[in-house]
Nanobody, 123 residues
Framework: QVQLVESGGGLVQAGGSLRLSCAASGRSFSSYAMGWFRQAPGKEREFVVFIDWSGTNTYYADSVKGRFTISRDNAKNTVYLQMNALKPEDTAVYYC????????????????WGQGTQVTVSS
């Protein structure tokens, strides 16, 4: 079991940047694929990006490609989401998630969820 705690959310103007962090506790963090999801008000939770256990393979939703970057530091049990060129439509609660494979993460088959962190982008 892995416990996930997100941080780094906040209020930012359109065009600005934020960096989210997800700290994991528990064993075997480095064996998990990790991902970020988001949920805007009145909408379903949606996949944003995944990263495999080694940090080699990543995949982004089209809506964030070229603006967001995921990375991980297995020595620190932490995954990051660098968000640049933010848009008002990026406003959502962002959730960190872990899964046993990148495919399972991408399809929402998640073993562990964080509690979420609010990102608000003003126009």
């Amino acid at each position: 079991q892995v416990q996930l705690v997100e941080s780094g959310g906040g209020l930012v103007q359109a065009g600005g940047s934020l960096r989210l962090s997800c700290a994991a506790s528990g064993r075997s963090f480095s064996s998990y694929a990790m991902g970020w999801f988001r949920q805007a008000p009145g909408k379903e939770r949606e996949f944003v990006v995944f990263i495999d256990w080694s940090g080699t393979n990543t995949y982004y939703a089209d809506s964030v490609k070229g603006r967001f970057t995921i990375s991980r530091d297995n020595a620190k049990n932490t995954v990051y989401l660098q968000m640049n060129a933010l848009k008002p439509e990026d406003t959502a609660v962002y959730y960190c998630a872990s899964g046993t494979s990148t495919l399972r993460v991408q399809t929402g088959v998640i073993d562990n969820w964080g509690q979420g962190t609010q990102v608000t982008v003003s126009s």
